[in-house]
T-cell receptor
Framework: GNSVTQMEGPVTLSEEAFLTINCTYT??????LFWYVQYPGEGLQLLLK?????DKGSNKGFEATYRKETTSFHLEKGSVQVSDSAVYFC????????????FGQGTRLTINP | GAGVSQTPSNKVTEKGKYVELRCDPI?????LYWYRQSLGQGPEFLIY????????DSGLPNDRFFAVRPEGSVSTLKIQRTERGDSAVYLC????????????FGPGTRLTVL
């Protein structure tokens, strides 16, 4: 079946540190890959996405590259800010039927000043 | 414009009761999804509507769960004979046409079954 495995949290970093949150997937066919973010007290928001192999999604200084050979979509940011503190979810959809999102379990990130 | 809205934001009920959770999608979006998020987990798919019809209900856990979207806009998720294990945050998302379109999420309804 289709599944997503994320780096377990929580992750705590200092401001301006480099961030990597690992994500690997299992899917039938060629999925689209997503990172969603949930800030405290807010709903899920799309952070970035990539729809085919070697695509790089980017937004707000975050990047992730769709790696088909390693079935990975790791999230990176060069210099994190306190405002990046949130829960991050990696997810996929497969290009058949409803294209429902399949999520990982989430990684809670805390950035200390 | 207005995003996806969900009401109520919080619902506390007793085991065995019936509850309804409402979702107002973004105007004009034909695709609507319901997900359930248990504590510490990622959201899990429940049901997908394309217009008025439930195109995929494979995620509904059992026949106590039912959802409708009679006019192709607002959707209601209905849970009969609630159980403590139904406690979770119920999320609604909509997208313009479904398929590869981005899904936009509402803030969720936190359901607590005592």
């Amino acid at each position: 079946g289709n599944s997503v495995t994320q780096m377990e949290g929580p992750v705590t970093l200092s401001e301006e540190a480099f961030l990597t949150i690992n994500c690997t997937y299992t899917a039938t066919g060629y999925p689209s890959l997503f990172w969603y973010v949930q800030y405290p007290g807010e709903g899920l928001q799309l952070l970035l996405k990539a729809t085919k192999a070697d695509d790089k999604g980017s937004n707000k200084g975050f990047e992730a590259t769709y790696r088909k050979e390693t079935t990975s979509f790791h999230l990176e940011k060069g210099s994190v800010q306190v405002s990046d503190s949130a829960v991050y979810f990696c997810a996929l959809t497969v290009p058949q039927g409803a294209q429902k999102l399949v999520f990982g379990q989430g990684t809670r990130l805390t950035i200390n000043p | 414009g207005a995003g996806v809205s969900q009401t109520p934001s919080n619902k506390v009920t007793e085991k065995g009761k019936y509850v309804e959770l409402r979702c107002d999608p973004i105007s004009g979006h034909t695709a609507l999804y319901w997900y359930r998020q248990s504590l510490g987990q990622g959201p899990e798919f429940l049901i997908y509507f394309q217009g008025t019809g439930a195109a995929d209900d494979s995620g509904l856990p059992n026949d106590r769960f039912f959802a409708v979207r009679p006019e192709g806009s607002v959707s209601t998720l209905k849970i009969q004979r609630t159980e403590r294990g139904d406690s979770a945050v119920y999320l609604c998302a909509s997208s313009p046409l479904g398929g590869r379109d981005t899904q936009y999420f509402g803030p969720g309804t936190r359901l607590t079954v005592l």
